[in-house]
């Protein structure tokens, strides 16, 4: 059941027909090329991070959602003779079944609906056997932006949150160590990625969870950011702050704000160096596969300073 107060700031945060009645992307909106030439700014040293987990049949899946499986690689050919080739040509080829929110991704807009309605006010019933007719993660041809870090845990003086620990808009003024700008992409660090780093899957997916609190959407939505990230499998803070509601925030961020979520990014690399320079500003090129229909998709995201 929907509280009154969750109502009341899906309201408040509400970015419904403000790029159209056919609009299907969202914030990402925002990103245009002003955001673009900011993020190509910051490059300065040409230093790389990637900030995916690896692709492998022991990523952050454990079982918790149904059909979300862990990327499994198979080979379909192993140095297969294209006959008749002078120099014995060969090919190896291989292919992969996972889900598309198994590892890093990005959620699209289409992942969550509440009252028979998407994003946009379209209806739920877009999403069917086909997939996403709207608001499917191919509507984002490209995510490439000024990504700027938010390093709570370190703001926070502690090496990863505690599990059950909710990120409060206060949390993110504390660790914010420049201006924001319209179209630009937040990642959030708790840390709590490290139990997954050291082998601890069921730690990392199977528990309690840091995480963003529903308070932190109109701190999103009054910054004009136009997607956010974390380095944990749930998003936002688990158990739920009000138990009788589930992940509320995927429902204010993706069916209210058209904002795209993304999880389970990879944020201790980029976050050492930003600690060391003290620049928490990058180019970030976060392109989701263009998958047809699909309510997400996998991502491997390198921020470039």
Wanted: charged share 20%; proline share 5%.
């Amino acid at each position: 059941m929907l509280s009154q107060d969750f109502l009341e700031l899906a309201a408040q945060v509400s970015n419904w027909g403000r790029w159209g009645d056919q609009d299907e992307l969202g914030t990402l909106n925002l990103v245009d090329t002003d955001a673009v030439r900011r993020g190509a700014a910051c490059i300065r040293t040409g230093k790389r991070f990637s900030l995916a987990l690896p692709l492998d049949e022991n990523g952050p899946q454990i079982g918790g959602v149904p059909g979300r499986v862990n990327a499994t690689r198979t080979m379909t050919q192993i140095n297969a003779e294209f006959t008749g080739t002078p120099d014995g040509f060969c090919t190896s080829d291989d292919v992969v079944t996972m889900g598309l929110q198994a590892a890093t991704h990005w959620d699209a807009l289409a992942h969550v609906s509440y009252s028979g309605q998407l994003y946009n006010g379209f209806a739920a019933t877009e999403v069917s056997e086909s997939g996403a007719a709207r608001c499917g993660i191919a509507n984002v041809d490209s995510l490439v932006t000024r990504g700027v870090l938010l390093d709570v845990a370190r703001s926070r003086g502690v090496d990863r949150l505690d599990p059950g620990d909710g990120v409060t808009p206060d949390d993110l003024d504390a660790a914010l160590q420049i201006d924001l700008a319209p179209g630009d992409v937040v990642l959030v660090r708790t840390g709590f990625v490290q139990l997954f780093k050291a082998g601890d899957r069921r730690g990392y997916s199977g528990g309690d969870q840091p995480g963003l609190t529903m308070a932190t959407a109109k701190w999103f939505h009054d910054h004009d950011v136009a997607a956010v990230a974390i380095d944990t499998y749930t998003f936002e803070v688990w158990p739920c702050e009000d138990r009788k509601m589930l992940l509320p925030l995927h429902l204010l961020h993706l069916r209210d704000m058209g904002m795209t979520q993304g999880q389970n990014f990879d944020l201790e690399g980029l976050a050492a160096d930003c600690a060391s320079d003290g620049v928490y500003e990058f180019l970030l090129d976060a392109s989701p596969l263009p998958f047809t229909g699909a309510c997400g998709s996998p991502v491997n995201p390198v921020a470039v300073k």
